[in-house]
């Protein structure tokens, strides 16, 4: 995904990921095309290119040959909440009695749900809760048909902050992600975070996460899930340094970041 400005007549783009190079079967071959074409022009016209993390930039150095010295990393930020969460009875509504693993996001094969709902078919008494849209049907579908997983598709605020504040664990199985939001407002809401060691996860988490290697089998990941859920003092660390990480991620920074290669661009 790329964002561009042209302040008199100099170009900054902004490039967010490149998951249609590194997962192009998730995109329609419009999609791709257009993609691809904004970002080789972007390429050939910026002399400054902006990438949301250090992943992104290396992508752009490896799929598209760009020069490092002419990317900027400026990593984006997170609003502290400012929604209260709905009222507690809503899960009951839902059917959510007992201990849940939250994964926010679109419900498709890069974001890997499958993986997650493996490794908690695993464990006794845990239930799967994605909150997202259902882009893909299909695997929707697949995973509602478990007894272990609760499928709600896109949620308002309110909600998302009862679920965030309900979970016993917040899971990250992405293949790819160019930042990963999803980490970083769990860790502000000082919840334990169990991420793929994949593309920008743990540049964003640090050690603050939990980590898991995409290729792991659902055993693997089933235990690193059991170790966030059970371990009461790895638990209260990790919220503690969560919140501490994510308070090192603000807005703020990210649009003094942005000013700067700005300023740069225009003296150049």
């Known amino acids: 995904m790329?964002?561009?400005?042209?302040?008199?007549?100099?170009?900054?783009t902004v490039v967010h990921d490149l998951a249609f190079e590194r997962h192009p079967d998730a995109y329609s071959f419009t999609d791709r095309t257009y993609l691809r074409l904004t970002t080789r022009w972007a390429v050939a016209r910026c002399r400054l290119l902006i990438a949301v993390s250090e992943s992104t930039k290396q992508d752009l150095v490896e799929a598209y040959g760009v020069a490092p010295e002419r990317i900027r990393v400026v990593p984006l930020g997170i609003s502290?909440?400012?929604?209260?969460?709905?009222?507690?009875?809503?899960?009951?509504?839902?059917?959510?009695n007992g201990t849940f693993v939250l994964q926010v996001g679109r419900i498709e094969p890069r974001k890997n749900p499958a993986a997650a709902l493996a490794a908690v078919?695993?464990?006794?008494?845990v239930t799967l809760v994605i909150a997202g849209s259902e882009k893909d049907r299909a695997l929707s579908e697949t995973l509602r048909n478990s007894t272990q997983c609760r499928v709600l598709g896109r949620v308002d605020q309110a909600m998302l902050e009862l679920l965030y504040k309900r979970a016993a664990a917040v899971v990250v199985p992405s293949l790819y992600e160019g930042f990963g939001l999803p980490v970083l407002e769990a860790m502000a809401r000082g919840k334990v975070v169990v991420a793929a060691k994949s593309s920008s996860l743990p540049e964003v988490g640090g050690e603050a996460a939990l980590y898991f290697h995409q290729s792991a089998d659902p055993d693997e990941l089933a235990g690193v899930l059991s170790v966030a859920l059970n371990d009461q003092a790895l638990r209260t660390r990790l919220a503690r340094i969560a919140r501490a990480r994510a308070a090192k991620f603000s807005w703020d920074k990210t649009a003094a970041g942005v000013a700067a290669v700005i300023r740069e661009m225009v003296v150049a």
């Open 121 to 125: 078919e695993r464990l006794d008494g």
């Open 2 to 12: 790329v964002a561009g400005a042209a302040p008199a007549g100099k170009v900054l």
């Open 80 to 96: 502290p909440p400012s929604t209260p969460p709905a009222p507690a009875s809503a899960l009951h509504d839902l059917g959510l």
